[in-house]
């Protein structure tokens, strides 16, 4: 009987891992970015954040936010609902809908579909020529959970279960007093 319910745990623990193998790549494509101290060489700042889809190549959530600086002296917050986002895993691209401003940021350090701190420059451009280049910045992502790790955790506790449920169900004492081995 003992050797039944090890195979059946056994076969059990096999598929679940096989089975997360396939499906973990479809949790963590989507990283969610944080851009912080990002700063112009005219004295503007910008922060704000991002998702980034790995299997797509593609940006949601988008919001960053540009202060004035000497060059261009208007705050602007570009965004995927006014204007358009684009880009690849080393860099993003924005503008607004008319075309007017543009914001381009390249990442170093790695890419946007591997979770962690990427140094950020670039440009942000008018339609009248001003530009100002990106002097310091940095985008940074939480690692997200791996998407086995809660099924481990319950296949554990189950293997837990099993050996508990094997021992006998009660001891007793040097008192003669029955306690409960789990």
């Known amino acids: 009987m003992t050797k039944r319910l090890y195979r059946i745990a056994f076969t059990a623990a096999a598929a679940s891992v096989l089975f997360l193998e396939q499906a973990a790549p479809a949790f963590a ?3 969610n970015w944080q851009i912080t101290n990002g700063a112009f060489s005219d004295g503007g700042n910008f922060n704000g954040g991002f998702t980034f889809d790995s299997s797509t190549s593609t940006f949601s959530n988008t919001g960053i936010n540009v202060s004035p600086g000497t060059t261009i002296t208007s705050p602007f917050l570009y965004n995927d ?3 358009t986002v684009s ?3 080393t860099h993003l691209r924005a503008a607004d809908p008319s075309g007017f401003r543009r914001l381009e ?4 350090g790695g890419t946007l579909s591997s979770p962690g701190t990427l140094s950020i420059n670039g440009v942000a451009e008018s339609f009248f020529s001003t530009r100002r280049t990106v002097v310091s910045g940095t985008a940074i992502s939480a690692i997200p959970l791996p998407a086995a790790l809660p ?3 319950s296949a554990l506790a189950a293997l837990g279960a099993v050996g508990c449920w ?3 169900r009660t001891s007793t004492g040097a008192a003669g007093v029955s ?3 789990c």
């Open 29 to 31: 494509a989507l990283i």
């Open 105 to 108: 940021l390249a990442f170093a």
């Open 87 to 89: 880009g690849d895993e």
């Open 179 to 181: 306690a409960a081995a």
């Open 81 to 83: 609902l006014a204007g």
């Open 151 to 153: 099924l481990m955790a």
């Open 166 to 168: 094997r021992q006998p």
